[in-house]
């Protein structure tokens, strides 16, 4: 039996979030719903925040509160040091792992024939305008080790190969800590091998 409502409303809503689905949404809302006072309310407050507070950092594309944002902003960051990221989730995990000091440029995606993601669809001019503004001494492509993030590495290559004073790297690839040689594939092996140090 088919339904609608603001139930049934709230159910797709939720749903079109990634990692819910139809099943997972509906959990959700019948939780939201029977928790009003303690979940549902609270969530609409931060929900509204959020929506009237964060922006788009002018400087790297991250979101923030404050714009520039926090890390753009921190004295204490390594202005000459730019780490090149697809999405504001792989600059997170970068923070939260804790050794990098320097300032990030946030692409908002890698190239994709089949979404139909192109250049233009990426943040790549403004990191153009950046490093010709103030060329950093290195820039860090911490781009995902798929056909699409090496496509992406290659044309943000080629805009940094104008700037010969630039050391570009890349994350190193391969072996991860605790990986055991036989349950890595092949691939993962042969990259381990070429960038070894």
């Known amino acids: 039996m088919k339904q609608d409502g603001p ?3 709230l159910i797709r809503q939720l749903s079109i979030l990634p990692g819910l689905g139809p099943r997972s949404a509906r959990r959700a809302a019948l939780t939201l719903i029977t928790k009003k006072d303690d979940m549902m309310f609270p969530l ?22 404050t714009s520039p944002c926090r890390i753009c902003n921190d004295p204490s960051r390594d202005k000459g040091l730019i780490c090149v990221v697809a999405t504001l989730t792989d600059l997170w995990a970068i923070e939260r792992a804790g050794g990098f000091r320097g300032i990030y440029h946030v692409l908002g995606g890698v190239l994709s024939a089949l979404d ?3 250049p233009d669809n990426l943040n790549l001019s403004d ?8 060329p950093p001494r290195e820039v860090i492509l911490a781009l995902p080790a798929t056909v ?10 080629d805009i940094l190969g104008e700037n010969a004073s630039i ?21 993962t092996i042969l990259t381990a091998f070429q960038a070894r140090g």
């Open 44 to 65: 609409i407050k931060a929900l509204q925040e959020a929506a009237d507070q964060i922006k788009t950092c002018p400087v790297c594309g991250a979101l923030d509160d």
């Open 127 to 134: 990191l153009q305008s950046r490093i010709s503004d103030a």
């Open 7 to 9: 139930l049934s409303h």
């Open 148 to 157: 699409d993030g090496q496509s992406t590495a290659h044309v943000v290559m």
């Open 116 to 118: 139909g993601i192109g």
């Open 167 to 187: 050391k570009v790297t890349r994350l190193a690839h391969g072996m991860p800590i605790g990986g055991e040689l036989d349950y890595l594939d092949d691939g």
